[in-house]
C-alpha cells in the first residue's frame, strides 16, 4: 500500500513537472507580439474587458486601422470595442462575433465588408494571428476548423509550441520579458499610427475575372446576420475609406443587395467623402490603405453621429461606472497619441 | 575431423579452431573464407555441400560444421 | 503513411490497448486489420499487390511443401524395397519439382519488383529506341514492396530447402508479409523468426511497453532532431556542386554519414519499438556500424537484414552453383590460385551489383555496388599482408590509438562510396570525390562557407549535440544492451528521462508547418 502511494506520487509529480515544464516553454517561444506584427495582440487583448461595449465592430484592417473607440466614447458616448485583426476573414469575424456574444451583448454590431473578397482560408500567419488569442470553446473549435490552409494541423493550435517550437533560436529580450505579462497595444482594439504618407496616385484596378464575390463569404455574411437577428442586434454593414485595395462597383453592388434582401445599413463611406472629411494628403499612413489617427477620428465622429442618428444608444459619458474605466482609457490614448505625433514630428 | 581442422588451421594459423564457438559472428570466417572452405572441404571429403546448408549455424565451429559433412555422406 | 504523421501516431496509439484487450486468439485478427488500415493510406493498388505477393507466395510455398511430404511419405513407403540409387533419382526428381516451382514464384515476384523499379526507365530507352510514347509514370514502387518481397521471397525459399514446413494458414503468410511497423524500411524479416513471435499470442508487460516507448521515443529524437535538421545542409551541397567542391565534399560526406545512420537506425528504432510495444520482437538491423574496423565488418553491421538476406540467398548459392564449380574446375589450367579465387570473384560482383540495383536505379549505385565488391576483395587480398605486418608490431593492434584509426579509415571510406548515392551521375560523383583533393578550399567553410547551407549556428550545435548523444549511446551499449538496464532504474529516473526525451523532440525537432519533415531515406527503396 504504501508503496503503491508513492508510486503514485511519482507519477502526479511527474505529470505536473512535465506539464509545467511544456508550458514553460511554450509560453516563451510563442510570439508576444509586442513590438513586431502587433496586430497578433489584437483578438486577446478583447478578454481585459472589463465593461460591456455598445458597439462591437469586427473585420480586418479596416477596423482597427480607421476606427477609434476613444474618439466614439469622447464625441459621442458610444462604448466600444473592435474585434480586428489582420486579413480577418468572414468565418473568422462570425466566430470572434459568436465567442464576444457569449459574455456581452452590444446594440451594434458592425462588420466591414472588404474581407469578403476571399472566399478561402489565405494565410497560415494571418490565421495563427486572428486565433491564437482567442479563449477556448466551440467558437475558437468552429473557427480554426473554417479557417485551416492545407498542410496546417489542427493539433498545434492546441498546443501552439508543435507550431512556434523553431523559434527556440530566434528568442529575443522580449520573449522573457512579456513571458507572464503583456502590455496593451492597442486602444480599444484600434492601432493608433500618426505617420503621414499621402497618396500620390489613383489606382488602375485590375479587371474582375469573377463579378460576384465569392458565394462562401456571403454564407458566412449570411449566418452572420442570422446570429445578430437571433440576439437581437443591429448588423451594420461598413466599408471603410480607402484607396487600395480597390473596391469593385460589382462588390459594392452584391453588398447592396444583401444589406437590402436582410434589411440592413450598409455604409459605403468611399461615397461620403465630403461629408466625413477625409484628405488622402494627411489623413494616411501608407498611400491610402489605411487612415492615420486623423482620419480615424474624422471617420469616428462621422460614424458615430450617422449611427446615433439611426440607433438607440446610451451616452456612456454619463455612465459613473463608464466614466471611471473610459477616464483611463482616454489619458493612455491621449498620452500614446502625442507621443507618437511627437515622434513623427521629429523625423 | 583432422583433416578439416588441418584445412581451417590453412585459412587462420593463428585461431585455435578446436575451442572457438562463434566463428561467424565474431567474423572470423568471413564469406570469402566460407567459399573457400567449401571448396576445399568438397575436394577433401568428396561431398558436395549445398547452398541450403551454408548458413551461420553450419560455420559456427569446427565440430558443428564436421557433423554437417559427416551428415552428408549418410542417407536418410 | 510515414512514420512523422499523426495517423500513424494515431494507429499506433489505438492498437496497443485494442490488442491487448480483445480475447487472445483475436489478437492476429486486430494486427491484420491495423495492417489494411495503414496499407489503407498508401493506396488500393498498393494494398491488393501486397496481397497478391503474399497468396501467391503462400500457394508457391504449399505446392512446394506438399511435394517435400510426398517425397517423405514415398521414401518411407519404400524404405527397403528401393535401392539407393533408385532413391537417388527419385530425389534428384523430387529437387527438380520443388525447384521448378521456386524458381517460377521467384521470376514472377522479383519481376513484379524489377518491373516497378526499373519499368519507368527502361519504357523510356524503349521509347527513345522505337520513337513510340508508352507511358511508363504508373508504374511507381509501391510503399515497402522492397522489404516485403525480400521477406516473403526468403520465406518461400526456406521452405524449398526444407528449413520448415511450408505455412498452412494464408492469413499468417500474409500477416508476416504486410506487418506495417516494417513495412515502412524493413528490416527484411525471416518467417521463421519472426513469425514465432509475430503470431503468438501476447499478454500484456510492462516491461514491454516501457522499452517500447523508450525505444520509439529515441528513434524519433535521432531522426527529428538529427537527421531532418542535417539533411538541409546535404541537400544544399549536393545541389551546387559545382560551387561546394573541395572541403565542402568532405564536409558533405561526414554530414551524410551522420544524417543517414541517425535516419536509418531512428527508423528503425521506432519499428523495432512499435513492435515492442505489441510483445513482437523484430530482427536488429544494426549493430553500432560506424564502430566496423573494416568494410567487411561493416555489412555486417550495417542494415544487417539485408546482407545476411543477400548472403544467405544469393552469395552462397551463387558461388556453389553447378555453373560455377565447373567454371572452377576448368579455370584449374590456369593456376590453383586463380581458381580458388574465379568463385569468390564472381559472386562477390554479382551480389554487389544487385545489391546496387537494390538501392537505386540509376548507374551510380550499380557503380557503388561494384566499388563496395571491389574494396571487400582488395581487402581480403590484403589480409596475409595486414597478418604479417601486425605479427611484426603485435602490440599495436591492441592499442586504443591504433583501433580508433581503423574505426575512421573505414567511416570515411565508406563515406566516400556513399558519393555515388549523393550526387545525380557518375562522373559528378567521381568529379566531386578529386576535388577533394585537387581543390584547396578549407577556409571556406568558416569564411561563411558553413552558414550558407540553410541552417544556422544554432542548428549546427543542436545537431553537434545530437550526434554526441548518439556517440555515447553507443559507446554505452558497448557493455551490452541498454534497455534491460533502463528497466532497472528508479521510476522518477525513468520518468524525468522520458520526459526530456518528449520535450527536447517538441521543441528541438524539425517538424511541422513550413517544414516538411523529410521522408525517411530508406522509404524510396
Known sequence: MKHSVRTIGIWALAAVLFCMSFGFVQRLVVPKYQSKSIE????????????????????????????????????????????????????????????????EHPSVVVFNVLALKYGSPQSEAYNRMTLDGMRWGSAKIGAIAASMTEGEDPVSYALPLLRFHARWSELEAEDFRCLFQKQSVSHNGYLLRADVRPVTRTPTPAPLTDPHLPETSMEWLSKMASLCKANGIELVLLKSPSIEPYWYDEWDADVQAFAKEHGLWYVNT????????????????????????????????????????????????????YQRVWQEKLERYDTEKAAAIAAQEGL | METLLEILSELHPDVDFTKEERLVERGILGSFDIVMLVTRIEEAFDVVIPARLITPETFRSADALYAVIESLGEDD | MLFTSWSFALLVAALVPVYYLVPKRLQKSVLLFANAVFYAFAGWGAFLLLLFTALSAYGFARGIGRLWDGQKETLTLHKTDWEKPEKKAYRERMEHKRRTLLVLCLVLHFGILFGMKYGAGILGIVNGWFGTAWDGSKLLLTMGASFYTFSIMGYVIDVERGKYPAERNPLNVLLFGSFFPILVQGPISRFDTLGETLFAPHA???????????????????????ADRLLVAVKQLIRYPETYNGAFVLLGMLLYAATLYADFTGGIDITIGVGRLLGIRIDENFDRPYFSKNIAEYWRRWHMTLGAWFKEYLYYPVSVSKPLRRLTKAARRLGDGFARRLPVYLATFAVWAVTGMWHGNSWNFLVWGLCNGAILLLSEECSPLYARFHRRFPKLGKTWGYRAFTVIRTVLLLSSLRLFDCYATVPETLRAFGSMFTVWN????????????????????????????????????????????????????????????????????????????????????
Not at chain 1, 480607421?66 to 468572414?90: D, T
Not at chain 3, 500484456?204 to 538529427?226: D, H, M, Q, T
Not at chain 3, 549546427?460 to 544492451?481: H, I, L, P
Request: contains cysteine; glycine residues 10%.
Open chain 1, 270 to 321: 468611399l461615397t461620403q467623402n465630403d461629408a466625413i472629411g477625409i484628405d488622402y494628403t494627411t489623413d494616411t499612413c501608407d498611400m491610402g490603405q489605411h487612415l492615420n489617427v486623423y482620419g480615424a477620428e474624422k471617420l469616428s465622429r462621422w460614424f458615430g453621429e450617422e449611427l446615433k442618428a439611426r440607433v438607440q444608444l446610451p451616452d456612456r459619458r454619463e455612465d459613473e461606472a
Open chain 3, 442 to 525: 578549407l577556409p571556406l567553410l568558416w569564411r561563411g562557407g558553413i552558414q550558407s547551407l540553410g541552417l544556422h549556428f544554432a542548428d549546427y550545435a543542436v545537431s553537434f549535440c545530437g550526434v554526441a548523444a548518439m556517440f555515447t549511446v553507443s559507446m554505452v551499449q558497448r557493455k551490452g544492451r541498454l534497455l534491460p538496464r533502463l528497466h532497472r532504474w528508479p521510476l522518477w529516473k525513468k520518468l524525468l528521462l522520458f520526459g526530456a526525451l518528449v520535450l527536447t523532440i517538441a521543441v528541438f525537432g524539425r517538424y511541422g508547418f513550413g517544414y516538411d519533415a523529410g521522408q525517411f531515406i530508406y522509404n524510396r527503396f
Open chain 1, 40 to 103: 497578433g495582440s489584437l483578438t486577446e487583448e478583447y478578454y481585459r474587458e472589463t465593461l460591456g461595449h455598445d458597439v462591437l465592430f469586427v473585420g480586418d484592417c479596416e477596423v482597427f486601422s480607421n476606427i477609434s473607440p476613444a474618439e466614439l466614447y469622447r464625441a459621442c458616448g458610444i462604448a466600444s470595442f473592435i474585434r480586428g485583426s489582420a486579413q480577418q476573414l468572414v468565418w473568422q469575424s462570425y466566430y470572434l462575433l459568436e465567442d464576444a456574444l457569449k459574455t
Open chain 3, 204 to 226: 500484456f508487460s510492462r516491461e514491454n511497453l516501457e522499452a517500447g516507448l523508450f525505444r520509439i521515443a529515441w528513434g524519433y529524437w535521432k531522426k527529428l532532431i538529427v
